[in-house]
């Protein structure tokens, strides 16, 4: 399954290079709102809430009204995740709080899961030169993302996993690595991170695994009347 993304930043849709560039911005969200209306899934992020300089909430809650949007950015409370799923939310999705010195945060993990039910969270995994990174993938941590997926697998519904590397600069993903997170979880696995092309998303399709796409779709690489919702 293609699961469009809508990064959020200063009120505007973005797509960022490597999480930093500017490479595609819109003032007006209307046209991709309707262009996304038709898929079930729709990966919604708050970029200034991840960075910890202010939020979009608004916009937030006002997309989620429209379109089936799975959140994520800034989630790193319980009380948070819960007012994100209160604002149309239908799963949220959690990274930096999931670790703490170092190590996957099993006691967050598990009171986040009994709070607002597994089934609704999304544990994302971002990695980066092979190792998890967090703090918008600033900060690495001692640990695979192999690691990560195997000690957070009871405590979330699903995973995405992020290929840092590859990250908005459409020269394709990593299926290895992606391979490698899906062996370590029965969970549902999506994938993030360079995905380019109609084949790589049809690949990672027959592996049982949905892919987020960003930079092709809004630069008009990737056609989205040629793809199944």
């Known amino acids: 399954m293609l699961i469009p993304s809508i990064d959020l930043q200063g009120g505007r849709i973005v797509q960022l290079v490597q999480g930093e560039t500017l490479a595609v911005e819109a003032t007006d969200p209307e046209p991709w709102i309707a262009k996304f209306s038709r898929f079930p899934r729709v990966q919604l992020i708050d970029l200034d809430a991840a960075k910890g300089h202010g939020d979009n909430r608004p916009m937030v809650t006002s997309i989620c009204a429209r379109l089936p949007c799975r959140v994520g ?5 319980i009380e948070r995740a ?3 799923l209160a604002s149309g939310a239908h799963a949220v999705i959690v990274s930096s709080a999931l670790f703490r010195a170092g190590l996957v945060d099993l006691d967050f993990a598990q009171a986040l899961a009994e709070a607002v039910g597994l089934e609704r969270v999304i ?10 990174v967090i703090h918008g993938w600033r900060t690495p941590l001692p640990m695979t993302a192999v690691d990560a997926v195997r000690a957070l697998n009871p405590y979330c ?6 290929h840092v590397d590859t990250e908005g600069l459409m020269r394709g993903t990593n299926m290895d690595a992606i391979l490698a997170v899906r062996r370590a979880t029965d969970r549902r696995v999506t994938a993030a ?3 380019t092309t109609r084949e790589e998303i049809e690949s990672l399709h027959a592996e049982g695994i949905d892919a987020v796409v960003g930079m092709a779709i809004y630069t008009g690489q990737l056609a989205l009347d040629d793809l199944k919702s």
């Open 73 to 77: 950015g800034g989630i790193r409370s």
């Open 82 to 84: 819960e007012a994100m």
């Open 123 to 132: 544990a994302a995994v971002d990695s980066r030169g092979g190792h998890v």
């Open 157 to 162: 519904g699903e995973f995405l996993y992020t």
């Open 193 to 195: 991170g360079g995905i």
